[in-house]
């Protein structure tokens, strides 16, 4: 759950100001990504125009959607894949139905993101946007920086960082 960040000097909410700038809705306060405490397992994040802190668990990718289609895009990949996984096996892991169908009604709920998937979350999404290009080629085309960022997300969390 995102947390606001709040002023240092009235304790209001920040808003952005412009690239790694936030500036204070009370006071006017400047502050900057640099000055924010942020740890290595937290992102900063802009939502409904206040600055918040969203904590990352470990293995864990943010996925930021920059358009409200991009959930119902999403959504569609997994519904086919649900549909076609009663007739054909298409999750490899029985437990990936249930992530899936998690997963669909955290989309559904959530058009502007930012959302934090699972490893698991990933990899269902995936098998899923391969089964869409599979099956509709075409649908490969709306959304391709979209659709590659999922998948280099999913790669990133099949190899998280050494600590």
Known sequence: MPVPILCHVCHGRYQPEGPGAYRCCSCGSLATESTLPVQSDERLVVLAGI???LTVPEGHQVITPDRRCHAPHLG???SLALRVNRMHPVFRQAEDVGTAEELLSVLDGDERGPW??????????????????ALL???????PDFDAGIR??????RHPRAT
């Open 76 to 78: 569609a990949s997994l």
């Open 116 to 133: 934090v998937l699972s490893p698991a979350q990933l990899r269902v999404l995936t098998r899923a946007m391969e089964v869409r290009n």
């Open 152 to 157: 280099a997300a999913h790669a990133r969390s």
């Open 51 to 53: 600055l918040q802190i």
């Open 137 to 143: 080629p075409s649908a490969a085309r709306y959304y």
